[in-house]
């Protein structure tokens, strides 16, 4: 049975900032008939330096409060830090809610690699993860993976996508230890294991010293998010959603501006 029009749920996008609009854009051209909340936790941006606990229980808490406001469809995690760390807590914590998880693209990497050599760019939170660890024994054994943890990166691409200048020697730096070369093979693949990154891609294909893939799971994360939300295929779109909360309750121009070229309110 069809659900009413005006009964459709949102979708709720969250992140630690503006990284997650990766995701949204592809989630948007899969669900149309959808409206979305896109949140921002930029008041504790960035994630990556943080403490587990603290982390956990700030993210944790933060639900609490967007659940019960927005009564989301479904929640997309679209932040691998978030979500490597606080996933199963967020859905044990809250069994009735659908969470779409965000993890390092390391199996399909492992699929396609040809010389064997991968390397997977994300935040240290994210590299010193037992969750990363376990995708590599799962699926990379294999495989030379190169774990590369960049402090900066994640600040780099907010400004870098708020139309900031940033310097390829600064960029480069952060990335040029992804670059491997081992008994005759080069690395030829990237998972881009923070959402922030995709936003730089051609900015990383320019400055790379070779060519290689630059695995961006923002796709994968909206296909499976789709199969999770019930296709309502005579459902006009909403109109009181496709807005942006953030955390800090500040945003600049540059970010209001983005915002908008997004779709979303600000």
Same mark, same amino acid.
């Given at each position: 049975m069809t659900a009413p029009t005006n009964e459709l749920k949102p979708v709720l996008v969250f992140d630690s900032g503006i990284g997650g609009l990766t995701v949204l854009r592809e989630a948007r051209v899969l669900m149309p008939e959808r409206g979305f909340i896109y949140v921002a936790d930029d008041a504790g941006f960035p994630y990556g330096g943080w403490e587990e606990q603290a982390l956990k229980e700030r993210v944790i808490g933060l639900f609490g409060k967007l659940l019960m406001d927005?009564?989301?469809?479904?929640?997309?995690?679209?932040?691998?830090?978030?979500?490597?760390?606080?996933?199963a807590d967020l859905r044990a914590?809250?069994?009735?809610?659908?969470?779409?998880?965000?993890?390092?693209?390391i199996k399909p990497a492992a699929e396609r690699?040809?010389?064997?050599?991968?390397?997977?760019?994300?935040?240290?939170?994210?590299?010193?993860?037992?969750?990363?660890?376990?995708?590599?024994?799962?699926f990379a054994q294999q495989c030379h993976v190169r774990l590369?943890?960049?402090?900066?990166?994640?600040?780099?691409?907010?400004?870098?996508?708020?139309?900031?200048?940033?310097?390829? +020697? =600064? %960029?480069?730096?952060?990335?040029?230890?992804?670059? !491997?070369?081992?008994? /005759? &093979?080069?690395?030829d693949i990237v998972v881009l294991a923070c959402t922030?990154?995709?936003?730089?891609?051609?900015?990383?294909?320019?400055?790379?010293?070779w060519p290689v893939d630059w695995l961006?799971?923002?796709?994968?994360?909206?296909?499976?998010?789709?199969?999770?939300?019930?296709?309502?295929? +005579? =459902? %006009?779109?909403?109109?009181?959603?496709?807005?942006? !909360?953030?955390?800090? /309750? &500040?945003?600049d121009f540059a970010t209001r501006r983005l915002m908008q070229g997004f779709g979303l309110r600000a």
């Amino acid at each position: 049975m069809t659900a009413p029009t005006n009964e459709l749920k949102p979708v709720l996008v969250f992140d630690s900032g503006i990284g997650g609009l990766t995701v949204l854009r592809e989630a948007r051209v899969l669900m149309p008939e959808r409206g979305f909340i896109y949140v921002a936790d930029d008041a504790g941006f960035p994630y990556g330096g943080w403490e587990e606990q603290a982390l956990k229980e700030r993210v944790i808490g933060l639900f609490g409060k967007l659940l019960m406001d927005y009564d989301p469809e479904v929640c997309i995690i679209a932040c691998n830090t978030a979500f490597t760390l606080v996933g199963a807590d967020l859905r044990a914590a809250f069994p009735q809610v659908t969470f779409v998880g965000t993890v390092p693209a390391i199996k399909p990497a492992a699929e396609r690699t040809r010389s064997g050599l991968v390397s997977v760019l994300a935040t240290p939170g994210t590299v010193k993860r037992a969750y990363t660890r376990d995708l590599i024994q799962s699926f990379a054994q294999q495989c030379h993976v190169r774990l590369v943890g960049s402090e900066n990166l994640a600040r780099m691409a907010e400004a870098y996508i708020r139309g900031d200048a940033v310097s390829d +020697d =600064a %960029v480069l730096a952060e990335i040029d230890q992804c670059f !491997v070369e081992k008994d /005759g &093979q080069k690395t030829d693949i990237v998972v881009l294991a923070c959402t922030h990154y995709p936003f730089m891609a051609n900015l990383f294909r320019r400055i790379a010293p070779w060519p290689v893939d630059w695995l961006d799971p923002a796709e994968a994360i909206a296909r499976r998010a789709r199969t999770l939300v019930p296709l309502v295929t +005579d =459902a %006009v779109h909403p109109d009181n959603f496709d807005f942006a !909360v953030f955390t800090s /309750g &500040q945003q600049d121009f540059a970010t209001r501006r983005l915002m908008q070229g997004f779709g979303l309110r600000a």
